[in-house]
């Protein structure tokens, strides 16, 4: 790292526009970036951190406008430029890693092609030459046959991989800066340290400088050399990384330290004898011709949680599907309440269909955009339980309630007026509308910031005692396991390799994956992944399934 500071950001604000009216989003902040520095970015959904992160590239998204302040990236401020003078820095000097890779390629083109638009189109490189230097950097970056994989078109590699690629993507014409934007939230743990350790070595390797955005302080911590915490839009405190985590001076600041103190409440075991409310018996299921579910088998009982883990890719989100009826299996039987259930959705019944429901992991996508709070709530109430006009409101209302949104102030809001924890308390409201025995949980809080998430876990225990709701909690995030489930089943490749009570699936000895997942978690010393690194560099072991 550099004493040169690269990027200088002073008395920022930025405004965004609702109405005829243009409110604060960032509140007049200051940030410098030395060359070869990773600064981190933390706070809570709202904070600012992504606006911020874009602003230091002279962006600003839709609706937005920079109001005061500069924008300084190597001595000239960007704010006072002309957009054709930014547009030819970014991507060549500037370059920005989304938080979802699958929706930032194109998935038309082939890898090694959108790599080699930006260097082909700065002029830094020919497409030949290009084309060896994304060879060069996928071998860099630990990629699976790193000679052939950039012929590959992005729906054909793994998320994990497609990150990764992203990663090198950004790196193909050498910046000088690089924005990650939680570019590790919807990966799991396993996978997660394979792109921590590529971003670390690619920006170690160039000595690029870089903005890491996250709300994970664990994940932070092993990146940044320094940290920002923002709130509202305005910077509560800032220190080098080991002082933060080991000294914070700001209450909100501790409050992000301790937000994972939320343990679920104590439930009773069910007696011996007592009927599941679902239960799986030898399922598997494919997708095409292709198997992907082997002989799955686990139960859930009513008031009780049941969290489904592993990569990406071991079957848990197919194991959810085969419960709704969304794939049938091509054997094995589902049952609900000790009935075996129509293996296809369309041969249910109303009354099976209203007893399983939903909560999906992007509230931003399983929300209709054009339809009012009310109605997306309303529409399940009367389609499952036939209540249609002032009976129909009234139980809108009570579920707007229950979930702590205020009826006169949210019912009416269409789903772009929310917070992303809002919009996801509202699918839990939809789910609730059917009236159900059993809820799946699919990645509920991954997308969410630990406060948030913090939250909907609060909120969907108390539901869970006063409904006696069962769950299937779908989750990578095993510090979300611990704090909510009773029971925990680990899959692998479609099968099950272990399953019990948590207490003991979290204490030694563990199956060889599970260990490799409990210890794929990052913890909050900066010196964890470093130490993770050297310990399977020298036991041979490797970083996920996915390298082994």
């Known amino acids: 790292m550099s004493d040169d500071i690269l990027l200088k950001m002073r008395?920022?604000?930025i405004d965004g526009k609702t109405g005829d009216d243009w409110l604060p989003i960032i509140k007049g902040i200051d940030l410098d970036l030395r060359r070869g520095e990773v600064l981190g970015l933390i706070g809570e959904s709202g904070a600012g951190k992504?606006?911020?992160?874009l602003a230091a590239m002279g962006y600003v998204r839709g609706g937005c406008r920079i109001s005061a302040g500069s924008i300084e990236f190597d001595g000239t401020d960007l704010a006072q430029q002309t957009e054709g003078y930014r547009r030819a820095l970014r991507g060549k000097r500037i370059a920005y890693v989304a938080q979802s890779a699958a929706a930032s390629f194109n998935p038309a083109h082939r890898l090694i092609d959108q790599y080699s638009e930006a260097p082909i189109k700065h002029g830094v490189m020919g497409k030949q030459e290009a084309e060896a230097d994304a060879t060069d950097l996928y071998r860099r970056l630990q990629l699976p046959n790193p000679d052939e994989i950039g012929f590959r078109y992005p729906h054909q590699v793994s998320g994990g991989q497609l990150q990764r690629a992203m990663t090198a993507m950004?790196?193909?014409c050498r910046p000088d800066l690089i924005i990650f934007d939680e570019p590790t939230t919807a990966l799991d743990v396993t996978t997660q340290i394979e792109v921590l350790a590529a971003i670390r070595s690619a920006v170690e390797q160039f000595g690029t400088a870089a903005i890491y955005i996250t709300h994970d302080l664990a994940v932070v911590a092993q990146m940044a050399d320094r940290i920002m915490v923002l709130k509202h839009g305005v910077l509560v405190e800032e220190a080098d990384t080991r002082t933060m985590l080991s000294a914070p001076t700001q209450d909100y600041t501790k409050s992000l330290w301790a937000v994972r103190s939320f343990k679920a409440s104590a439930k009773a075991k069910p007696p011996e004898d007592a009927v599941p409310v679902v239960s799986l018996r030898n399922v598997d299921a494919s997708y095409g011709p292709v198997p992907v579910l082997h002989g799955v088998s686990f139960d859930i009982h009513k008031g009780r949680t049941v969290a489904v883990v592993g990569e990406s890719g071991s079957g848990k989100s197919t194991a959810a599907r085969c419960i709704t009826g969304l794939l049938p299996p091509t054997a094995g039987e589902i049952l609900f309440n000790g009935?075996?259930?129509p293996p296809n959705f369309k041969r249910r019944s109303k009354d099976q269909l209203r007893q399983a429901q939903m909560i999906y992991q992007m509230a931003d996508t399983a929300l209709n955009p054009?339809?009012?709070i009310r109605d997306i709530i309303g529409r399940p109430?009367?389609?499952y339980l036939g209540l249609s006009g002032r009976a129909r409101d009234e139980r809108v209302r009570e579920l707007l309630n229950l979930i702590e949104m205020e009826p006169d102030v949210f019912g009416h809001r269409f789903p772009g007026e929310l917070s992303g924890g809002q919009k996801q308390r509202i699918g839990i409201a939809r789910a609730l509308a059917a009236d159900p025995e059993f809820i799946i949980?699919?990645?509920?809080?991954?997308a969410l910031d630990q406060l948030v998430a913090e939250g909907i876990l609060r909120l969907l225990d108390r539901l869970q005692t006063e409904l006696g709701l069962a769950y299937m909690f779908i989750t990578h995030d095993l510090a979300t396991v611990r704090a909510i489930a009773d029971e925990v089943v680990v899959m692998q490749h479609g099968k099950v390799v272990e399953q019990g009570p948590k207490v003991e699936m979290f204490t030694p000895p563990h199956h060889e994956y599970t260990d490799l997942l409990l210890s794929s978690v990052p913890e909050m010393d900066p010196d964890?992944?470093?130490?993770?690194l050297d310990e399977r560099l020298r036991e041979g072991k490797p970083l996920s399934t996915e390298t082994s």
Do not use: P, Y
């Not at 949980?441 to 991954?446: A, L, N």
């Open 381 to 383: 109430v009367e389609f």
């Open 441 to 446: 949980c699919d990645e509920v809080t991954s």
């Open 528 to 532: 964890w992944l470093t130490n993770l």
């Open 370 to 372: 054009k339809q009012r």
């Open 170 to 172: 950004a790196m193909s």
């Open 339 to 341: 009935e075996v259930l």
């Open 11 to 13: 008395g920022v604000k």
């Open 50 to 53: 992504s606006t911020m992160g």
